[in-house]
């Protein structure tokens, strides 16, 4: 009990932080996702296969290689002077892009083929078929499997602690190291990605419910 | 769908367009790769002497050990959590309350909390009580590492056993009563083995992530594949640095195709799966759901919520790959629940 009254300040630092991180690199990988679906489903073969790569890439890395990468790789090969918190961003949001992608591949796929056919009939483009028509249909097959890929992100992001960004697993490993009994660090830890996990299937589901249509 | 449908087959105009876009497109990725290739070697990583240090028995020596050490945290914890899996789901579906109720718990609390707290709490938990724990006192990271992997795989796999036990159809359990089989006997010569065979490719596909996880072992100074190359780049300098760039892209390699054999394995079983006209239908080999509650979202069979968005008369089938795309990832949605094809035999 006293662990959390004792140190309620870093505790609720530490949930901010792993709050904040999964927003951003959540923003960041939703972006890069869609990007490359696209490019994945595009009439161009470069990008089909950049998109490809790019998901074989992301997905079959364990993410503290990419933690690696982001600290000791990329700030002495391309740009050096990046914040611990820029780094976490990208390896976060790199990695989950390539699940993010491959939902929304996967949601385009169910989007009925007519849709699409009468796009076209009525002379539209790629670009245009894509944003207009296919996309916003896909959202709804989509929203389910991306609340699984933000709860995971969540949980993801506690690796960005073990690499001294202030977040959640942070104050753990602090308070863990200050000889408080793990047990009890354990369980507040627990409770506030409880806490965020649930807030975000409870958004999704409200989500769901709010965008779903009788097809 | 299969993507050409979002565009016609070019004409005259639009195939001129198509090859500018695809010179454009080449010229760009190329850029990428080019641009990348420049500045590694202006930062010295091309340097042969760099590279040459994989010619060092030493060097290969660790990493082998690596590797190996790795894949013995992998075996372990992959058997183990199959096992905590097949016991947990059965105990999720027992019949008395409170063993369900303790399951379920469990199963919620340590599928929600992210593995790295799990690993380190026990790891912590180990270290402090070192002496009195005997073969785990002395090797207290691996122990953490392979524990902690065992608990959260183990809940993963139970929840998505428990989605193939719910998949079977009533009808055969009714039946199997009806015979006079008894609980154990229904649930181990009729629900499990045709759950495992239903479910195998999402159960593979949650091995690869058992694999990817090992190597967060890195954090808690378990000499995995990650931790041991890591060490053994601080160690080497080569033309004055480290050759951490170098060997980071090594062990990419080494782990990509560890992760691809394995997740190419699930995708041969769900191809085969699909093949087969008996027994109910094969799951995709996705990673099953995180979400608290998602796997469990509604009571029942997992099939007709997970069958509702696919298009009327468009099966997921396999054929749909994009052209391209590279065989290792099949038509799977990450964290799709359960696979779309569930429950609709």
Avoid at chain 1, 68 to 82: C, D, Q, R
Avoid at chain 1, 131 to 147: D, E, G, H, K, N
Avoid at chain 2, 310 to 327: I, L, M, Q, R
């Amino acid at each position: 009990m006293n662990v959390l009254l004792d140190h309620l300040p870093e505790f609720r630092e530490g949930f901010i932080g792993t709050v904040l991180l999964t927003l951003a690199s959540g923003l960041l990988a939703m972006v890069l996702g869609v990007v490359i679906a696209g490019f994945r489903v595009s009439p161009v073969p470069p990008l089909r296969f950049f998109g490809a790569a790019w998901v074989t890439l992301f997905r079959n890395t364990p993410l503290t290689l990419l933690f690696l990468v982001a600290w000791f790789v990329v700030p002495v090969i391309f740009a050096p002077g990046l914040n611990p918190w820029t780094k976490a961003l990208l390896a976060l949001g790199f990695y989950t892009s390539a699940f993010v992608c491959e939902a929304v591949r996967s949601g385009i796929n169910t989007v009925p083929l007519g849709q699409a056919e009468a796009a076209r009939s009525i002379g539209m483009t790629f670009f245009q078929t894509l944003r207009l028509i296919v996309l916003p249909q896909a959202t709804r097959t989509v929203i389910p499997p991306l609340s699984s890929i933000f709860i995971a992100l969540t949980k993801n992001s506690a690796i960005a602690g073990a690499f001294s960004v202030t977040e959640l697993f942070g104050v753990q490993k602090l308070l863990s190291d200050k000889g408080f009994a793990i047990a009890w660090i354990f369980l507040w830890v627990a409770l506030g990605y409880l806490v965020i996990t649930f807030t975000i299937s409870g958004l999704f589901r409200l989500l769901e419910r709010r965008m779903g249509v009788a097809r | 769908m299969s993507s050409s449908v979002l565009y016609d087959a070019p004409g005259p105009k639009a195939r001129v367009r198509n090859v500018v876009y695809t010179v454009v497109g080449s010229a760009a990725v190329l850029g990428l790769i080019v641009f990348a290739i420049y500045r590694l070697n202006i930062k010295g990583v091309l340097e042969p002497e760099v590279w040459d240090i994989f010619n060092n028995a030493g060097v290969r020596a660790n990493i082998r050990d690596g590797v190996l050490s790795t894949l013995k945290v992998f075996a372990l914890a992959g058997v183990l959590s199959l096992v905590l899996g097949l016991l947990l789901a059965v105990a999720r579906l027992s019949d008395h309350k409170p063993v369900s109720w303790l399951a379920t718990g469990f199963i919620e609390l340590f599928r929600a909390v992210p593995l790295l707290i799990t690993i380190y709490a026990l790891w912590v938990l180990f270290l402090s009580y070192k002496d009195d724990l005997g073969v785990v006192g002395d090797n207290t990271a691996f122990w953490a590492l392979v524990i902690g992997l065992t608990v959260y795989n183990g809940c993963v796999q139970a929840e998505v056993l428990r989605a193939g036990i719910n998949a079977v159809p009533r009808g055969q359990v009714e039946a199997a009563y009806a015979l006079g089989l008894r609980k154990t006997q229904v649930m181990t010569m009729l629900l499990v083995p045709q759950a495992v065979r239903s479910m195998l490719p999402t159960m593979i596909s949650q091995l690869v992530v058992t694999l990817k996880d090992t190597s967060l072992g890195y954090i808690i100074t378990y000499a995995e594949l990650l931790y041991a190359a890591r060490t053994m780049a601080n160690n080497i300098i080569v033309n004055g640095e480290n050759p951490i760039t170098a060997v980071v892209i090594v062990v990419g390699a080494i782990y990509i195709l560890l992760c691809l054999a394995l997740s190419s394995l699930a995708t041969w079983i769900e191809r085969r799966g699909r093949r087969a006209k008996t027994g109910i239908a094969v799951a995709a080999a996705a990673e099953p759901a995180e979400a608290p509650g998602v796997l469990d979202a509604t009571e029942g069979p997992l099939g007709p919520v997970a069958a509702a968005p696919e298009a009327p008369g468009e099966p997921a089938a396999p054929a749909d790959e994009v052209p391209g795309s590279s065989a290792a990832d099949g038509p799977d949605a990450p964290g799709e629940p359960g696979g779309p094809d569930l429950g609709k035999s």
